[in-house]
């Protein structure tokens, strides 16, 4: 069936570092979307991209959906001590309207 | 956020009794969705109802029942768990089942089986 694999799965880094997370799939995808777990939280919707090569920015995140469509990356410019959390990426095969398929998750620690 | 809630928010069950999970949403949607997330493990779909109809099972045991009586309830059903069980349950809605509707996720129930 169709997996969605994100890495890396843990990442430290120093405040003010920058950050990115990859997120590759072997079939086409239909789009790809990111979500955001805070620790004790649930999953929050970040963004959704739909074309390829398609690039968007929310503040100091950047998300990136590739030529192919197999393939998205976040990226985050001098994180902050709120960017700490499960970033998921999350995406449906082309023609497949049901079932959203999770990566599994890149866990962000950051050190003050 | 309030959009969707879920009761209870803990839960602690032996492998013999029977308790039930709840979720509702209040945003107007028609899909609704279990998720399980196990410590280390991606977010495992469970089932999924659209118009109160179940159009998944991701071959999960009997032993979880859902339920759905409207667009806005959703229940799962436990009886007779295992320890490995034992995990987040995780309840979203989305507006319907096109590829580009986004879900929108309860806080969760943690589950404990002993």
């Known amino acids: 069936g169709q997996q969605v694999m994100q890495i890396p799965q843990y990442q430290h880094v120093q405040e003010g570092e920058d950050f990115t997370t990859y997120c590759n799939s072997s079939?086409?995808?239909?789009?790809i979307q990111w979500y955001k777990q805070r620790p004790g939280g649930h999953p929050v919707f970040l963004i959704q991209?739909?074309?390829?090569?398609e690039v968007k920015k929310q503040k100091r995140l950047t998300f990136q959906f590739g030529e192919a469509k197999k393939n998205s990356s976040l990226h985050i410019t001098a994180t902050q001590t709120t960017d700490v959390g499960t970033y998921f990426c999350?995406?449906?095969?082309?023609?497949?309207?049901?079932?959203?398929?999770f990566g599994q998750g890149t866990t962000l620690q950051v050190k003050p | 956020e309030t959009g969707v809630t879920q009761t209870p928010r803990h839960l602690v069950m032996g492998m013999t009794n029977k308790k039930s999970l709840k979720c509702e949403q209040h945003l107007g949607h028609n899909a609704m969705y279990w998720y399980k997330q196990s410590a280390k493990k991606p977010l495992e779909l469970m089932f999924v109802?659209?118009?109160?109809?179940?159009?998944e099972n991701n071959s999960v045991p009997s032993r979880f029942s859902p339920e759905c009586p409207n667009s806005s309830h959703l229940f799962l059903h436990l009886h007779t768990l295992q320890p490995e069980d034992s995990a987040l349950y995780l309840c979203?809605?989305?507006?319907?089942?096109?590829?580009?509707?986004?879900?929108?996720f309860g806080p969760g129930t943690r589950l404990t089986v002993l």
């Open positions: 079939t086409t995808l239909s789009n």
């Open positions: 109802y659209n118009f109160k109809e179940q159009t």
């Open positions: 999350a995406a449906r095969s082309s023609g497949n309207t049901g079932k959203l398929i």
């Open positions: 991209l739909v074309k390829s090569g």
């Open positions: 979203a809605s989305s507006q319907d089942l096109l590829y580009t509707d986004t879900q929108y």
